[in-house]
C-alpha cells in the first residue's frame, strides 16, 4: 500500500482542492483515525479513516480491502503473539502457510502461556485497537477450574472489586481492580469450576485473583469475547468468523 499526503487524499475525495485542504487541516477540522491531524503533508495509508468536522471522508484512493477475522482456540503451551523471541510456537503456527503468507494477521489481546481458549486473530487493525481501548469495556469471559472449594468469602471479594499486591510498576497500595461478576457453575471430585467475567486489562489478572484467595487453577479456558462464543471448537483449530459475528463485534465497539 502507497501513502498518501493529506491534502491530496482531501483533494482526490473532492472535499476541497489542496489549498482548501491545507486550511482545513489548519483550522484544526481535519482528523485520521479519530485523531486531529496537525500538517497538510501528513502521510496516510488507504487504510487509515479521515474525517472533516466529524464527518467521514469517502476516499477516491483506497482501494477495497478484504478484511479477515479468525476465531482460534488456543490450546496452553502457544504464545499468543505474532513472534516469540524464544522460539515457542505461536497462534500464528497453528494456522495454514498459504493464510499466514498472504495476510498480515495479529492476536487481539492476550491469553497467557498455560492459559487456553477463544483468541481472536485480524488484520483490521482499527477493529482491534477499538476491542482492546479500555473505554469500550468488552466483556471477556473465563472458565477456571481449581481444586477444592471456593469460600463464599472468595467470591464475594471478587464481586466487589479486590486489591491485588503489588507488583513492579504498580502502585505500593496494589491495583484496585473492578468488581468482577464471578458464580459457581459445578462441583466435581474434589474441583470446583468458576465463570469469571472480566471487564478490565490487567495483566494474569485471574491468576492474580486467585492466588490472592489461595485457590490452585488447575485449567483456565477463556470462553467468550464480547459477543463471540468459542463453542465447540475443537482445541488448535480455526475458524473464520461470520459477516453476523464481525458486525456484532463492531456494534459493540460502537462502530
Given at each position: 500500500?502507497?501513502?498518501?499526503?493529506l491534502?491530496?487524499?482531501l483533494a482526490?475525495?473532492?472535499?476541497?482542492?489542496?489549498?482548501?485542504?491545507?486550511?482545513?487541516?489548519?483550522?484544526g477540522?481535519?482528523?485520521?483515525?479519530?485523531?486531529l491531524?496537525?500538517?497538510?503533508?501528513?502521510?496516510?495509508?488507504?487504510?487509515?479513516k479521515?474525517?472533516?468536522d466529524?464527518v467521514p471522508?469517502?476516499?477516491?484512493?483506497?482501494?477495497t480491502?478484504?478484511?479477515?477475522?479468525?476465531?482460534l482456540?488456543k490450546?496452553?503451551?502457544?504464545?499468543?503473539?505474532?513472534?516469540d523471541?524464544?522460539?515457542r510456537?505461536?497462534?500464528?503456527?497453528?494456522?495454514?502457510r498459504?493464510?499466514?503468507?498472504?495476510?498480515?494477521?495479529?492476536?487481539?489481546?492476550?491469553?497467557?502461556?498455560?492459559s487456553?481458549?477463544?483468541?481472536l486473530?485480524?488484520?483490521?487493525?482499527?477493529?482491534?485497537?477499538?476491542?482492546?481501548?479500555?473505554?469500550h469495556?468488552v466483556?471477556?469471559?473465563?472458565?477456571?477450574?481449581?481444586?477444592?472449594?471456593?469460600?463464599?468469602?472468595?467470591?464475594?471479594?471478587?464481586?466487589?472489586?479486590?486489591?491485588l499486591?503489588?507488583?513492579?510498576?504498580?502502585?505500593?497500595?496494589?491495583?484496585?481492580?473492578?468488581?468482577v461478576?464471578?458464580?459457581?457453575?459445578?462441583?466435581?471430585d474434589?474441583?470446583?469450576?468458576?465463570?469469571?467475567?472480566?471487564?478490565?486489562?490487567?495483566?494474569?489478572q485471574?491468576?492474580?485473583m486467585?492466588?490472592?484467595?489461595?485457590?490452585?487453577?488447575?485449567?483456565?479456558?477463556?470462553?467468550?469475547?464480547?459477543?463471540?462464543?468459542?463453542?465447540?471448537?475443537?482445541?488448535g483449530t480455526?475458524?473464520?468468523?461470520?459477516?453476523d459475528?464481525?458486525?456484532a463485534?463492531?456494534?459493540?465497539?460502537?462502530?
Open positions: 500500500m502507497e501513502d498518501m499526503r491534502n491530496k487524499v482526490l475525495a473532492g472535499v476541497a482542492s489542496r489549498r482548501g485542504a491545507d486550511e482545513l487541516v489548519f483550522a477540522r481535519v482528523q485520521v483515525n479519530g485523531v491531524a496537525e500538517s497538510p503533508g501528513l502521510r496516510v495509508l488507504p487504510a487509515d479521515i474525517a472533516v466529524g471522508v469517502t476516499r477516491k484512493d483506497a482501494p480491502v478484504t478484511r479477515h477475522y479468525i476465531m482456540h490450546p496452553v503451551e502457544v504464545v499468543s503473539t505474532a513472534r523471541p524464544q522460539g510456537r505461536t497462534v500464528l503456527d497453528l494456522l495454514p498459504a493464510l499466514r503468507a498472504n495476510t498480515r494477521l495479529y492476536p487481539v489481546g492476550r491469553l497467557d502461556y498455560f487456553e481458549g477463544l483468541i486473530l485480524t488484520d483490521d487493525g482499527d477493529l482491534a485497537n477499538r476491542l482492546m481501548h479500555p473505554r469495556h466483556p471477556k469471559r473465563y472458565e477456571v477450574l481449581v481444586r477444592g472449594d471456593v469460600p463464599a468469602a472468595a467470591l464475594h471479594a471478587m464481586r466487589g472489586g479486590m486489591v499486591p503489588a507488583q513492579a510498576g504498580e502502585p505500593p497500595s496494589g491495583m484496585r481492580l473492578q468488581p461478576p464471578a458464580r459457581i457453575l459445578g462441583i466435581k474434589g474441583k470446583t469450576l468458576l465463570e469469571l467475567v472480566l471487564h478490565q486489562g490487567v495483566n494474569r485471574i491468576r492474580r486467585c492466588e490472592a484467595q489461595a485457590l490452585t487453577i488447575l485449567r483456565l479456558t477463556r470462553v467468550a469475547l464480547g459477543p463471540l462464543e468459542l463453542g465447540g471448537l475443537e482445541k480455526f475458524r473464520r468468523l461470520t459477516q459475528e464481525v458486525r463485534l463492531q456494534k459493540t465497539t460502537g462502530e
